[in-house]
């Protein structure tokens, strides 16, 4: 019997075939970090400021999402070993919990950053316990919505992947983040972050509440009976 762990092990395995080890730590940790750090600098420096981690640590709301949801739609780039193919339609659960083994590990290195950063800066000590609930939310959310989102759908080859990381990257960029500073418009508020930022913390999970009744829905409809299945044999 396959279990979950075994199915996640092998799913990284056969990642790190397809890479190689240095090229999957390069991707996962390096590059993810040097985003972070390169994307967040260039637009304070155009704020007219210099990055610092009480800047850095106000954008949480903006790249734990991101990470999150990008590696959740992310696993799925990685199609199943073939005797395995059975078993994944018997069980999809064990399926999707591998997936979101897998997406925690590679939006691992950003989510240490920016929990290290919550936990250490000054401009986050009144609701320090809150905020570092919303990032763990926010990071669970995301990894759901994301995996939800390839289960349901399926993205059968490397471009499709890629084309929508590149949009949700913009989309959510929208928001609070290294884009827009957190201000009082209501467009910044749909996003995440627009109201944890400023210290309302029901709304900001409400939010989150709502989307993980998004993600759990995808979840069933792509598990229910249906004339075009994405994942067969």
């Not at 084309?163 to 983040?177: E, I, Y």
Request: with cysteine; proline share 4%.
């Amino acid at each position: 019997m396959v279990t979950v762990w075994r199915l996640t092990r092998l799913l990284l395995v056969n990642r790190l075939r397809q890479e190689g080890a240095a090229r999957w730590v390069e991707r996962v940790v390096v590059l993810n970090l040097l985003n972070i750090f390169v994307l967040a600098a260039v637009f304070a420096t155009a704020g007219g400021r210099r990055l610092a981690p009480d800047i850095l640590v106000t954008q949480y709301s903006y790249f734990i999402p991101l990470a999150a949801l990008t590696a959740g739609v992310g696993a799925w780039e990685t199609e199943l070993f073939a005797g395995l193919a059975d078993e994944y339609l018997l069980r999809p659960g064990r399926g999707l919990a591998a997936r979101l083994l897998l997406g925690l590990v590679e939006s691992a290195a950003p989510v240490v950053l920016f929990l290290t950063l919550l936990l250490t800066s000054a401009v986050t000590r009144a609701d320090r316990l809150s905020h570092l609930m919303t990032a763990v939310l926010m990071l669970i959310v995301f990894l759901l919505l994301g995996t939800a989102l390839g289960y349901c759908f399926g993205f059968r080859h490397e471009k499709a992947v890629n084309n929508f990381l590149t949009s949700v990257a913009w989309v959510l960029g929208l928001g609070p983040g290294p884009f827009f500073q957190a201000g009082d418009s209501a467009i910044l508020k749909i996003f995440p972050g627009g109201h944890s930022l400023h210290g309302q913390f029901g709304p900001e999970w409400g939010k989150l509440a709502f989307l993980l009744l998004v993600g759990l829905g995808l979840i069933a409809w792509g598990t229910a009976p249906r004339r075009h299945r994405s994942f067969t044999r």
